[in-house]
DNA sequence: AGTACGTCCTGATCGC
DNA sequence: TGCGATCAGGACGTAC
């Protein structure tokens, strides 16, 4: 499931496969209608022809191809993956936009598999209003630790679904959102505000670390496929892992669950307080 | 404004 | 072996 470290993974991908620079020749979009709840959707696609990449950006999971005239917003949703292909390599299964680019004289494809189709392909008129409603990025070095527990310490829902909340700090997605209040020993269940300053200064350092330990992972770890920004294996080096049974690498006892708005929540009951 | 929750989707997994 | 039920979850819409 893509998180900040998979689609800065995944941006970087693209900027060393010669996106940038490259111009968009043809889109073609699957027939099937995006879901008209959610996250999935797809728009705007018939401007792309002729627009040249200008730069990849990224704020939180949200990645912005900025052309020289609009902005193109790519979101991954959970199970979104870009691939670039040559000409003639065939179109994985579930792909759902395929775009075709040139850069000087070479063809190549972008391409956009989904199968649970949450991803998201839209058009934006600038970089404000796509990252507009997004927080700080959570690897953001202008965003301070103070910054970031002043901004958590005035909400009063338990802290776990505030990690969750993209327009607080963007990036932080349920797995590294569990890694970071082990790494503190915090509760996912805490008020945020019941929360001392002191624990949510380390709170920030640990979003960092995790993610930051996930990222070096996955640059450094290319998949059997060669592909560079998702790891097999990544759930397993993780200090919780999502399994029944599963124990707390601290206390060697067993991790409890809970949920939070549907979402499951690995913890250990006896070192997060 | 902040908070809570249902909804979209389909492959993987589990129980019978 | 097969079939149905359940689970996984990011972000948005709606309700309070």
Known sequence: MPELPEVESLRRYLVREGVVGSVFERVDVEEKPSPDKGTGAI???????GRRVMSLERRGKQIAVVLDEGVLGLHMGMTGRIDVLAPDEPIPRFTRVEFHLKNRDSHFRMVLADP?????????????????????????????????????????????????DQSLIAGIGNIYADEALHRVKISPS????????KHLIALSGAIRESLEHALEFIQSHPDEQGRPYI???????????????????????????LKFGGRTTYFCRNCQR
């Open 190 to 197: 805490r008020r945020a505000n019941r929360i001392s300053r």
């Open 116 to 164: 649970r189709r949450w991803g998201m392909v839209r058009r934006f008129e600038s970089l404000e209003s796509i990252f507009s409603g997004l927080g700080p990025d959570a690897l953001d070095p202008n965003l301070t630790a103070e910054q970031f527990a002043e901004a958590v310490s005035r909400r009063t829902s338990p802290i776990k679904p505030l990690l969750l």
């Open 43 to 49: 728009a705007g696609t018939e401007l792309l022809p």
């Open 231 to 257: 790891v097999d294996a990544l759930d397993d080096r993780m200090r919780l892992v999502r399994r029944p049974g599963s124990f707390c690498p601290r206390c060697e006892i067993p991790l409890r669950t």
